[in-house]
């Protein structure tokens, strides 16, 4: 069975230009998230998705982030536009059912912005 | 903002040792699970101890739950190389996790 799949796994981009990740979760899972890892730090939730429902953007910073999940599979996470700060490391992960139960990481995205 | 505190932030140790990790929590929860991270990788779970549980195994691991002193803890039995990685402890608020900053393991061959 795959695994939680994430593009690109790297991005350099410069301050100011926007930049989009992409997930596909374990196929059946219906809850997604999405968390961003500072240097050092544990992964911060920012959404959390029940099917196409985000349920929990509390975290989200949305003057700049935005993130859909159009019919309840995949999910884009966009940053318009990037900021020297929001350079991390940009995790999803999917789970079967909601609550805080067993999540699946994918291998994140690295992101460095100039 | 973060629940769990794990301690220490650094640990070295040699192949064959046991290594104890700890994890402080504030607030009541429904279960903590432990997850592990090798540099550059995603995390990958290693066990979830629901509230009403005080110790859980699981091959070369054992956890431990104290929720009177909102605490748990992670050890690994006869630690490998490949036991290196960042731990991480979470644990559940109001439908998240919330993790620590977690402890960098490092097994010395």
């Known amino acids: 069975e795959a695994g939680v799949v994430q593009s690109p796994r790297y991005k350099i981009i410069e301050k100011k230009q926007p930049v989009a990740f992409w997930c596909n979760p374990i196929s059946g899972h219906n809850t997604l998230y999405w968390y961003r890892q500072n240097l050092g730090q544990g992964p911060e939730l920012l959404i959390r998705y029940e099917n196409e429902e985000a349920v929990d953007d509390s975290q989200l910073p949305k003057d700049r982030f935005s993130a859909e999940r159009l019919k309840g599979v995949d999910s884009t996470l966009k940053i318009q536009p990037a900021e020297l700060g929001d350079s991390a490391v940009y995790l999803c992960?999917?789970?079967f059912g909601r609550g805080a139960e067993t999540q699946y990481f994918g291998p994140g995205t690295r992101l460095l912005v100039l | 903002s973060q629940q769990g505190e794990e301690d220490p932030q650094a640990l070295s140790i040699q192949e064959g040792e046991n290594a104890t990790m700890n994890c402080s929590y504030k607030t009541s929860i429904n279960n903590l699970q432990w997850y592990r991270q090798n540099s550059g990788r995603g995390l990958v779970h290693l066990i979830l101890?629901?509230?009403?549980?005080r110790e859980k195994h699981s091959g070369r691991l054992r956890v431990t739950l104290d929720t009177s002193k909102k605490s748990s803890s992670l050890l690994i039995t006869a630690s490998r190389a490949a036991d290196t990685a960042s731990y991480f402890c979470?644990?559940?608020?109001?439908?998240?996790?919330?993790f620590g900053k977690g402890t960098k393991l490092s097994v010395k061959p």
């Open positions: 979470a644990t559940d608020r109001q439908g998240n996790l919330i």
């Open positions: 992960a999917s789970s």
């Open positions: 101890i629901r509230s009403n549980e």
